[in-house]
């Protein structure tokens, strides 16, 4: 009964606190006053001034578009530099090498799009300058252009007869300075007060209490406590959906999330501005009920996924529940799968945690996902393949969403022989073949992208673990990377040349077809009138649509990846059920 | 042309404004707020006495002695980190284990003898089940409260004092759920340990 409260509680708070951040981002994308505005606005004119920007300008889709490449494009350069280099760069205190071209192609393609798919180890790969001014940067910039990008969307749905969307660089300006940069200000301060490092110190050695003697007799007798400017990176790649942990282990690692409360206020950071958007969406188009609908369509398979997980960690793997000598009770403890959770957060916080980072393409854990009992695992996995549109990444997960929801409104017009209509505006079959690129690039980049790679012979060889879940690991591995989540099955040595490439293909994939796609749709949709609602209308706000959008998704999920799930989990749980 | 010029200056000019604000000024702000008001928290919460760094009360560390709590199962690393001599320094990592496997069964087996055979005096019949898993980060620093007080008797037979006054020590380290909700109630075993050792009270 306890542990409901707790499910009960994270869901609750992150809506409660979604609801008026929604409608302030929306008003800070209108730009409307806000209550910050007199610090705010000086800045902000101040870097349309060094930019030279107009910000009355409108820009077509097409220069929009343009616009999000050549900023993704300075932004790869320098991230790659700064990878390759960072042996021969300041604020190194530890002395790493700079990486391998392979691992920094990766790398940075992972955190230009928003993936943070991560195949190296933060304390003991990167140095401080790459983390703050390459990792940290890249946190901010990849989330903002996925918001910009939303925004121009919405435009596309107001705007009658126009051929404007919006000015990239000032959405993407006013997304740093109202809303990323200070929620990162107040999260990273009240995380430091938690335990999580924030300094430039080399890192710290400690005497062991008791000496570990090894196998061959030598006697250690120290361990190394690693440091940096940890906090400021953490906040936003828990705001931004972005998840690439400035440590290895992520956000299971105490330095990293050290008490219950770190991990509340990181765990409403996950879905807090990917929810806000769907008010704020409500908000800007003048019709609050679309905005509900849709995000009531997210929540109810949140929820599904949420109670799935947690009855099967719960109830924990045959391995520990059929030994008669081990208690998984909840009884003075959390009970359940423990293995690869951490005590203090047990099973409630580590399960919520899983399935709030999987649907919002939010790649960090705070519990090893390798572990998962297997129908845990396949649920994970199954809201990646989805297409990260359940709540999914700041931005991108909504327009996702929109893009499914106009594939909904063609469907059930086709149902009823009525021309499809959503928001007001006539669906032709341009935003049609748009959208299908765009719901279909998910399942396109993981299945191609594991499909090229299941025929390498020496595959095998990389995993932790065999049988079924060997399968799953490398099926998630895609997947992970095939829906711009980063987070990882970690039993896998993921580091060489073909992966490091082929995964990073998928990223772009995943990342820029759909982006590309949404964005053509807004150009299309501006240049549209208006259509007045009648009664032959259907209805996008009512239980029925929400009914047929989650009905669309779960089709075009399920249909893709059924036969690849069969292979992994399925198999996996027949396996111990026999 | 002329605009794929534009639009290329304005987009490197924007991303180094941005390298600036969010890239120095941002991390430099915080870390100063930080090394104010929070000093020991933001350097690795490290126990410190007389002059003696005994361990970070955030870290676990390893510990297989009678007399002391015994804390998650770990995988120690000693590849990822070394010294200035060369000398191996203590890390750990996660299992990352298949838990439906009859490798993952036999280790359970493993440790639930290992355990039950340290701890004969105990009144528990089964084995709390974090005594018997490694954690996510291979470093947890802490343990249910449930299972530290699994370990009770065996303490106190080792180390010749009273159950009662480990149970106070195991009391003293031990933090509740956060406001009696979030988390769950952990005991941090480096503290119970120096404090049994009376290196901290």
């Known amino acids: 009964m306890g542990n409901s409260i707790q ?190 490092v924030q300094n430039f110190s080399s890192y710290e050695k400690v005497s062991l209490v008791e000496p570990i003697t090894q196998q061959d007799g030598s006697v250690i007798t120290e361990q190394i406590v690693p440091e940096g400017p940890a906090a400021s990176q953490i906040a936003i790649k828990q705001l931004g959906t972005n998840g690439g942990g400035f440590f290895g282990t992520n956000s299971a690692f105490p330095l990293e999330n050290p008490t219950a409360f770190s991990n509340l206020l990181e765990m409403i950071s996950i879905l807090l501005i990917p929810m806000s958007l769907c008010f704020a969406f409500g908000r800007n188009i003048k019709d609050k009920k679309q905005g509900i609908a849709i995000f009531s369509a997210m929540m109810i398979v949140l929820v599904l996924a949420l109670g799935v997980v947690a009855y099967n960690e719960q109830n924990a793997t045959t391995g520990l529940s059929n030994n008669s000598s081990v208690d998984v009770s909840a009884n003075h403890q959390a009970g359940g799968n423990m293995e690869g959770k951490e005590a203090r957060f047990g099973i409630s916080s580590s399960v919520t945690w899983s399935v709030f980072t999987t649907a919002a393409s939010n790649g960090s854990v705070n519990s090893m996902l390798d572990s998962y009992t297997p129908l845990s695992g396949m649920t994970l996995l199954l809201l990646m393949q989805l297409g990260e549109v359940i709540f999914g990444g700041v931005g991108c997960g909504l327009y996702g969403m929109l893009g499914f929801a106009i594939l909904t409104v063609f469907i059930a017009g086709l149902m009823v022989g009525r021309t499809p209509e959503y928001l007001g505006k006539k669906i032709e079959p341009f935003e049609m073949k748009m959208s299908v690129l765009a719901c279909l690039a998910t399942p396109i980049a993981i299945l191609a992208g594991s499909g090229i790679a299941a025929l390498i012979p020496s595959m095998p060889e990389i995993f932790r673990n065999s049988g079924a879940h060997k399968f799953s690991e490398f099926l998630y591995m895609f997947t992970s990377s095939g829906a711009n989540n980063g987070s990882a099955f970690a039993g896998v040595n993921s580091d060489t040349i073909f992966l490091n490439i082929i995964l990073a293909l998928c990223m772009l994939v995943a990342r820029f077809l759909p982006l590309f796609a949404m964005l053509a749709i807004a150009g299309s949709l501006a240049k549209k009138k208006k259509i007045a609602t009648t009664a032959g209308t259907l209805t996008t706000s009512n239980g029925m649509f929400i009914f047929l959008l989650i009905f669309v998704i779960l089709l075009i999920g399920a249909l893709s990846f059924f036969p690849a799930l069969a292979l992994g989990p399925i198999a996996e749980y027949l396996s111990i059920r026999m | 042309m002329k605009t794929v010029k534009e639009t290329l200056q304005r987009a490197t000019i924007l991303v180094i404004i941005m390298t600036v604000l969010c890239g120095l000024a941002y991390p430099l702000m915080i870390t100063g707020i930080s090394q104010v008001f929070y000093s020991n928290k933001a350097n690795g919460s490290i126990i410190e006495v007389d002059g003696k760094k005994y361990g970070s009360e955030l870290l676990g560390q390893q510990f297989t002695g009678d007399e002391y709590l015994w804390g998650r199962i770990m995988n120690i690393n000693t590849q990822v980190f070394s010294d200035k001599n060369g000398d191996a320094l203590m890390y750990a990592s996660p299992s990352n284990i298949n838990t439906t496997s009859e490798e993952f069964a036999n280790l359970v087996d493993e440790r ?79 503290k119970v340990n120096l404090a049994l050792d009376g290196i901290i009270d």
């Open chain 1, 7 to 196: 499910y009960i509680l994270y869901v609750g708070i992150t809506v409660i606190l979604a609801i008026p951040l929604g409608m302030y981002i929306g008003k800070v994308m209108n730009g409307e006053k806000v209550f910050i505005s007199k610090i705010l606005v000086p800045c902000e004119k101040g870097i349309y001034r060094i930019l030279k920007v107009n910000h009355e300008e409108e820009m077509t889709c097409k220069k929009y578009a343009a616009s999000v490449v050549w900023v993704s494009i300075i932004s790869f350069v320098i991230l790659i530099v700064l990878l390759m280099l960072q042996g021969v760069m300041p604020l190194n205190p530890e002395g790493v090498k700079g990486l391998s071209w392979d691992l920094a192609f990766n790398t940075a393609i992972s955190f230009i799009t928003n993936t943070n798919w991560q195949s190296y180890m933060g304390e003991s790969q990167l140095s401080y300058l790459t983390q703050m001014m390459g990792l940290t940067v890249q946190n901010f910039v990849s989330a903002a252009v996925g918001i910009s990008v939303l925004f121009a969307l919405i435009r596309g749905f107001v705007k009658t007869k126009q051929d404007g969307i919006g000015n990239l660089w000032v959405d993407f300006t006013r997304i740093i300075l109202y809303v990323l940069l200070p929620l990162s200000i107040v999260l990273s301060v009240l995380l430091v007060s938690q335990g999580v």
């Open chain 2, 112 to 190: 639930v003898s290992k355990i039950k055979s340290a701890n004969p005096d105990t009144d528990t019949e089964e084995v709390p089940v974090d005594l018997v898993t490694s954690s996510g980060s291979g470093l947890d620093p802490q343990i249910s409260y449930a299972a530290a007080n699994y370990q009770i008797e065996r303490i106190a037979v080792a180390r010749g004092i009273s159950t009662t006054q480990v149970q106070n020590i195991i009391d003293k380290y031990t933090t509740n759920r956060f406001v009696g909700v979030f988390g769950e109630n952990v005991v941090n075993v480096l």
